[in-house]
């Protein structure tokens, strides 16, 4: 078995455990904030992992540590460059709910995770696109798919796991446009650096979109079943 493989596997016992917890939660009224916290810093962790070492499979390690970097700066500086400003995702302030987090001046929560999250929702896009589409198309196609996927993943977080607030809101469930444009502008610049170094190796071919599909799947199906933050829990922004 691969490693990216048993990764994978490691993924789906989360979710079922993910599963088991909301239905223990929901049956014992359990205050389950922490499992889920914890669980969600491990799904990131392990996502990460199991897509990393699905490009090394398919591209070689150095290629795997080519797109480890630029996905994690790119994402990250993006974040960062986006609590401060506005810019390019629209105005938006992290709460505390994503343990663990640092602050940023002006007092920004900013959560540590989300340099691995971008390179696992990222990068498990670019392996998609880049497995079943022409080489040219795979910095596109990854940032339609990983936009396609906030979309879908953004109702829960905000409303449900409230990880984030927008303070104006927008006509996306919520969202303002320009968080679509951000995200495509984001996973395209980062996707980009690391199609122009890949080197195919011989491999079965889908099986760089497989490994993509599985780990995107599972994080979105995880974000469902993570319980929900208790309704009179308070957001804290770490703001004045």
């Not at 491990?42 to 080519?66: M, N, Y």
């Not at 990068?123 to 910095?139: E, K, M, V, Y």
Request: hydrophobic fraction near 55%.
């Amino acid at each position: 078995m691969k490693k990216s493989s048993w990764w994978q596997r490691a993924l789906t016992g989360l979710v079922a455990f993910g599963l088991c917890g909301q239905a223990a939660a929901t049956a014992f009224a359990l205050d389950a904030v922490w499992p889920a916290r914890i669980t969600s810093v491990v799904l990131i962790a392990v996502g990460a992992i199991a897509v990393f070492l699905a490009i090394a499979e398919s591209w070689g390690h150095k290629a795997a540590i080519t797109a480890a970097i630029a996905l994690m700066v790119v994402g990250a500086t993006s974040e960062i460059v986006g609590v401060l400003t506005g810019f390019p995702f629209g105005a938006y302030t992290y709460t505390q709910n994503w343990w663990p987090t640092v602050m940023l001046p002006g007092g920004h929560p900013y959560p540590l995770v989300l340099p691995f999250a971008w390179a696992m929702m990222a990068g498990s896009a670019w392996l998609i696109a880049a497995d079943l589409g022409p080489r040219g198309f795979s910095p596109l196609g990854a940032a339609l798919l990983a936009t396609a996927a906030d979309f879908g993943m953004e109702p829960v977080m905000v409303q449900v796991h409230r990880y984030w607030i927008w303070p104006t809101g927008g006509p996306l469930l919520g969202v303002p446009v320009t968080n679509a444009l951000g995200w495509l502008g984001t996973t395209a610049l980062a996707t980009y650096f690391i199609s122009r170094v890949m080197k195919p190796q011989s491999t079965s071919r889908f099986e760089g979109s497989r490994a993509g599909a599985h780990v995107l799947g599972m994080f979105l199906l995880m974000q469902s079943l993570l319980p929900g933050w208790h309704p009179d829990l308070e957001v804290r922004t770490g703001q004045a």
